[in-house]
């Protein structure tokens, strides 16, 4: 079965918070007000600043993910719902003493594909916000990344575990402004069932697997890896149920290479 796990047993968490990040969702009302909140999760997987996540975070809202026993954060990050306009950043660290800065994504890179339920996009140099004066241009040119990835089939059984922040919140400070809280979290569990060519034409068209992991709201979008691999990412988070039976993950194929970035 899925189990909750300290990070600090198998990875080291300054270096994932390094790579792995909450995706937030701010919200600018016509009677200036905002709100913010998080919409899912996403990772770093080349030097510039190349972000991979799931593409119902962004895209899709549709009501027959909910016939097909799904649990999904529903196309939460590009809506504009009531709002009179939206900003989308994330929150990282830039190096392991877990120095966090707060970076747009440019929401004009978000690149959606139909066949699978991945979306690569890109953060922007510039900070979220006021920003911190203390970040400099050099931390924020090259980001760090996973550096390995295949879409090789992965065998039912391996053992996998997957990193993401479904428990990340965002405050509203008293003197204005907001805070995040942004504790990553590991989840690990099995592969039970392969899908090479789809779980359904809706929401998981592509190569994707059932596990036994637990995948909660938020954590959508996060790098799913094989266990005792050194850090092979394989996939993406993509649907958990409710309560928690199974969830499915979607393949990296035909996005990666089967060697090393």
Partial sequence: MSELISITSDVIRPIMEMVVFPIIKAFYYPDGTEDQKIVGTGFFLDSNGRFFSARHVFYNRNVQALDLGFTFDLGLALDVEDAERIALYCVHSVNVNRKMVARSIDMSSINPRRDTDIVTGFVEMKQFGKGDNSITEAELTRTAYINYATNMDIPVGTEIWTVAYPLAKVSRRENGGFNVYSKSDMYRGRITK??????????????????????????????????????FVFGVNSAGTEPHSFSHVTSLTPLVSKSSR
Avoid: N, Q, W
């Fill in 194 to 231: 392969h899908y090479p060519e789809g779980r359904d034409s809706v929401m998981l068209p592509g190569p994707c697997y059932e596990t036994d992991m637990e995948i909660k709201s938020g954590a959508s979008g996060g790098p799913v890896f094989i266990s005792g691999s050194s850090g």
